[in-house]
Each structure stands twice: as C-alpha cells, then as structure tokens.
C-alpha cells in the first residue's frame, strides 16, 4: 500500500492518539470541515447525529471539534447517517484521486 494512503488511514483512525488541535494536521481539520457541511446538508443537529449514531449527545459535537478521533468505522457510520459516500469523502485525502 502506498505509504501516503497508509498515512491517510492512519490520521482518520486516530492512530497517533489524541492530540491538541492545534497539532492536527490540515487534512484532519478538513475532513471534520466536510462532516460539519455534510450535516448542515442534511438538515440535522449535532445531538440528532448523534442519536443517528447511536453515540452519547456530545459525541457528533466532540469529532466536529477535533477533541475526538473517530475510526475508519466511525466514519463510514458518519457517511451512512448523513447520506454521504464514504469512498468519496476518503478520495478527497488521497493525492490525485480528488479535488485538494
């Protein structure tokens, strides 16, 4: 596997831990940047994403903000409650395969 999709992987699943979100990375604050408008999109607040995820009310609020990683999982759940294609949204991190 190519060591950038490795990487890309890795940052959404939060292998590297919590970290302050100053340290993130720019494709982190990206990818919580199209949740942000993917739920605007589908016309839903961040408790009723979370209810949608079966998670606690501040879950949606947490990842939105950077205090919570989310997992490859968590996201194509994410995906899946905002009507969103997982395999597009990863595309936009992946260097040729979308609009960066």
Not at 21 to 33: I, Q, V
Request: glycine share 8%; hydrophobic share 40%.
């Amino acid at each position: 596997m190519h060591p950038i999709k490795v990487h890309v992987i890795c940052l959404l699943c939060g292998v590297w831990g919590r970290r302050p979100r100053e340290a993130h990375r720019p494709e982190y604050d990206r990818l919580r940047e199209e949740l942000i408008a993917a739920r605007a999109r589908a016309g839903l607040s961040q408790r009723e994403l979370s209810k949608l995820l079966g998670r606690s009310p501040t879950f949606a609020s947490k990842v939105e903000r950077g205090e919570r990683h989310i997992d490859l999982i968590e996201l194509v759940d994410f995906a899946e409650a905002l009507n969103i294609d997982a395999v597009g949204l990863l595309k936009l991190f992946l260097p040729g395969a979308g609009s960066n």
